[in-house]
């Protein structure tokens, strides 16, 4: 057994029906249990970098002629190992509908508008503290094809790299007290003792007055392996 | 501390993780194209599609790769090979993924091999695979990974060569569901 192994209890299953997609994309035959060799125990390295100037600030990374609209947010929180150690200098890339909860994306159809002035993409990297900070517009609700009356709540995706290529990591940030994750299979895909980590919470503290609200949102990634010579 | 869960890559990643790939206006990270004309290395291409229980090739899936280099070094410091790729399968008319990269070598006994990471759209939490090369079965034979595999499940994890006009070609299919199943490994 891998110290930082993938814990089932708090991952989503891959078949969850009430998540449609899953049903004909979820792999059916049990995982085989690999231990950690070199392959696993190594991983991409972006820093500073891969970063451009205004690749963390959504409020300006979009910009053509004017500010975007809807409600400024600060979004930051630290990336951590399981074992509460600041993961530093790691790459975090967001993606994110805008505030009427389209995507720029060409496939999305919603019939909501586009905004001439948001994109919806950044990305930055974690401080020596393992703290990352984006300014962006809180994005909006849409709805989706999943059932009838269906609706993603808001949020905001994620991405991260860790300290290897086992850290990866693809999740969704969500809002406090939003009333549509009773309803949204995708978070409730995951088991119910884990969800509350995927909510943001408010934060005082991260706000910047007279210009927008602050919501704080740290991540927990598996870690280096602590005992790699049990694996040889 | 508990990990945070995974969620779903969800439909429109391409803007996000992928933007040069996908034609948006915004820098790529990583591409399909891992190595520039002073890469060592055997020259090769990856190519595949990702397909559900349907027997369908999924369009909006997100293939990413990480390998050692020719000399079995995973983040070389003495060249700009990186050895990660990130290839969308939703710009190719068949819904391929294409890696243009250099064959790894053997790292520490084990045979060559390439690690594939699988996200998409009804993904709730990505799947780690890995992929080997059918010119190199005695490797493969004794390869530590490999063995725990179940003899006839092998085939799925192996990439079959092609010699082609456009160079060597490796050809191997992510099967999500079914009897062909690809293996996907609990890393």
């Not at chain 2, 909006?60 to 983040?75: C, F, T």
């Amino acid at each position: 057994m891998n110290h930082n192994q993938r814990d089932w209890e708090v991952h989503p299953p891959y078949l969850y029906p009430d998540y449609k997609s899953t049903v004909f994309r979820a792999p059916s035959k049990p995982l085989i249990p690999m231990k950690h060799t070199l392959s696993e125990s190594t991983g991409p390295v972006y820093g500073q970098e891969s970063v451009g100037k205004y690749d963390n600030d959504l409020t300006k990374n979009g910009i053509r002629n004017g500010e975007p609209l809807g409600e400024r947010i600060v979004v930051s929180g630290r990336i951590l190992d399981i074992d509460g150690r600041p993961i530093k200098n790691t790459l975090v890339e967001i993606w994110q509908a805008n505030a009427a909860g389209r995507y720029i994306h060409k496939v999305d159809q919603h019939n909501a508008p586009l905004d001439p002035n948001f994109f919806g993409g950044g990305r930055c990297v974690t401080d020596e503290n393992g703290r990352y900070t984006f300014m962006t517009i809180k994005p909006g609700a849409y709805p989706w094809g999943n059932h009838p009356n269906a609706w993603r709540p808001n949020h905001i995706h994620f991405s991260l790299f860790g300290s290897n290529i086992t850290n990866r990591l693809v999740t969704q940030m969500y809002f406090p007290g939003d009333p549509l994750l009773q309803y949204d299979p995708i978070y409730q895909g995951v088991p119910e003792k884990a969800r509350h980590l995927l909510v943001s919470q408010f934060d005082l503290s991260l706000t910047q007055p007279d210009f927008a609200l602050g919501y704080n949102f740290d991540i927990v990634l598996r870690g280096h392996n602590a005992t790699p010579f049990e694996n040889q | 501390m508990t990990q945070t869960p995974s969620q779903t890559v969800g439909p429109y990643f391409a803007y996000g993780l992928s933007p040069q790939q996908y034609l948006y206006n915004h820098t790529s990270i990583a591409s399909g194209n891992l190595r520039t004309s002073n890469t060592q290395g055997e020259p090769i291409t990856i190519k595949g599609r990702v397909l559900d229980g349907q027997g369908n090739a999924i369009p909006d899936a997100m293939i990413e790769i990480w390998q050692a280099d020719a000399k079995g070094q995973y983040n070389p410091t003495d060249s700009d090979f990186k050895g990660f790729g990130r290839f969308g399968t939703g710009t190719d008319p068949e819904a391929q993924f294409i890696f243009q990269t250099i064959k790894p070598a053997s790292v520490d006994g084990q045979a060559p091999h390439i690690t594939v990471v699988v996200f998409m759209r009804g993904l709730l939490t990505h799947a780690y695979t890995r992929l080997y090369f059918s010119d190199e079965t005695a490797e493969n034979q004794k390869d530590i990974v490999l063995s725990t595999v179940p003899e006839e499940r092998k085939n799925t994890l192996i990439a079959q060569r092609q010699e082609t006009p456009e160079g060597i070609v490796y050809q191997w299919d992510i099967v999500m569901q079914g009897e062909q199943e690809t293996v996907f490994f609990d890393v």
